[in-house]
């Protein structure tokens, strides 16, 4: 048992007995009144999202999680197919669990991911990535006001406003967060 | 890394909110924010330091939640309309999306006004101080003004005149799915129901001015009438709660009725947890406090409000979360 207050990003709770993991966690400390907390839990098994709001001190359910590093190997628009880095053991993963990853999977990379038995619970991406342009816009000729940009497209297939010196076949850094450009990454 | 435009902003502001009130007359004054003693809030936690003085003896020091003691004291002694932007400090709260232990406040009292005339205050001050070349889409909403009677009927169902009785009450917050904990306080239930339903849904496209608050949740507001509520609203702005308002206490005997009881819960329930308790200021019953209204805002909030933003790290140049935290990561 954990105290609701406690309950941060990331933690895993047993409700009515199916695992949740906490994706949003909002404290809320009403006018004159004792401290809540306000959560968003995701089931990993469905993709379904329950909204609680707990006093800090009550009590819920946590379970026991493991950290092991997964291999992302391909995905087949239904599911991530990992190998476990240490026992070769193949494992696939529900894409509708867990929405947009695909964009941040690189095939042959590590993935730190949270199981509860035989589940995974999460996927940790990165805060930044390094990607390889593999479709990328010609600039517009004649184009040369200063911060002007365009599109590229990542390997994973995800969309990038990137300046407009970027080539296809270069290296840029990308906040997975917020999906900026960062920099270009000279190899 | 540091914003400086963001810290521009707060600049402007700031500036605006001083030029505005000092223009309608108000003193800004400067009172402090390390005090011997507290108004006993039982539900807000203070840091407790200690004034080391090896000649007249070691002394407990807090750091105020609000400079609204002393404020006060200052409305009793005849100041007039006072002003005042301070740093006050909560603890105890985690950190958070719009929550830093340290945050900056505007407190301002109107002498002779009263909650309802402070809307009207609160609403001209901030469009007179909105930042220049920068408008958000609810500057352009006309202002709501909702009762918490109209606001738990619309959002929750649940009705006010009904909810002095906490076994209707708790029956209403178990029809909606929540879990009230066995002997748990009329405050917390309400909190509950009004935190899952009434809250997130009030409108988030203009200022909503929340008004006449369960008398069961004490403060020092004067009750409204006969109505089981007290004069005192609370500002939401994009769903964040911005500022709290009251039409002040005045009378000495409810003001000591009030120390008595909160003291007395504060020191039951945080005795034997290791909890800092601050003690009461003894002298502030007495205070002939005159006809008067107060407002609190979050400026860090209302900033973010102003810039769009849900969140108020990216506008602190420091956010304590930054300070205590481990960086996620970096890079595959």
Known sequence: MIKAGQIDKGTALLIKGQPFVCIEREFVNPGKGSAFVRLKLKSPATGQVLSETMKSQDNAEDITVEDKDLQYLYNDGENFYFQNAETFDQIDVPMKSFPDYEYFMKEGETYRATFWEDQVLDIIIPSKIVFTVAEAEEAVKGDTVQGATKYVTTETGLRVRVPIFIKQGEKIRVNTETKEYLERVNS | ?332
Not at chain 2, 143 to 161: C, N
């Open chain 2, 1 to 332: 890394m540091y914003d400086f435009n963001a810290a521009r902003k707060r600049s402007e502001l700031l500036m605006n909110i001083r030029t505005h009130f000092i223009s309608k007359g108000y003193l800004e004054v400067s009172t402090p924010t390390l005090s011997p003693y507290l108004i006993p809030e039982p539900t807000i936690k203070a840091f407790g330091t200690r004034f080391i003085n090896e000649f007249e003896g070691c002394r407990d020091l807090y750091l105020i939640p609000s400079p609204e003691i002393f404020m006060k004291k200052l409305l009793a002694a005849g100041s007039g309309s006072i002003f005042q932007i301070s740093q006050c400090f909560r603890n105890a709260e985690q950190l958070g999306d719009v929550h830093n232990p340290e945050f900056t406040m505007l407190e301002y009292y109107t002498a002779g006004a009263d909650e309802k005339d402070s809307i009207g205050i609160t609403i001209e001050m901030i469009e007179k101080t909105a930042l220049k070349g920068i408008r958000a889409p609810w500057m352009d909403e006309k202002p709501l003004v909702i009762t918490m009677h109209e606001a738990m009927m619309k959002y929750a169902g649940v009705d006010m005149d009904r909810a002095e009785d906490i076994s209707y009450l708790r029956k209403e917050a178990v029809r909606l799915g929540l879990h009230p904990g066995d002997g748990e306080s009329w405050d917390d239930t309400f909190n509950r129901i009004f935190l899952t339903y009434t809250e997130p849904s009030l409108p988030k496209d203009r200022e909503v001015y929340l008004t006449q608050y369960p008398d069961r949740i004490r403060c020092l507001a004067k009750k409204d009438g006969d109505r089981p509520c007290r004069k005192r609203w609370e500002m939401y702005i994009s769903g964040i709660e911005i500022a709290n308002c009251y039409d002040e206490e005045t009378d000495r005997e409810e003001t000591r009725k009030y120390f008595e009881e909160e003291e007395a819960r504060l020191v039951r329930e945080r005795q034997g947890t290791g909890d800092v308790i601050p003690p009461a200021d003894p002298s502030f019953p007495s205070l002939d406090i005159p006809q008067s209204s107060g407002g609190a805002m979050g400026l860090d909030r209302l900033l973010a409000v102003h810039l769009g933003l849900n969140c108020i790290a990216p506008l602190l140049l420091f956010p304590l979360s930054d300070m205590l935290r481990p960086e996620k990561p970096e890079t595959v």
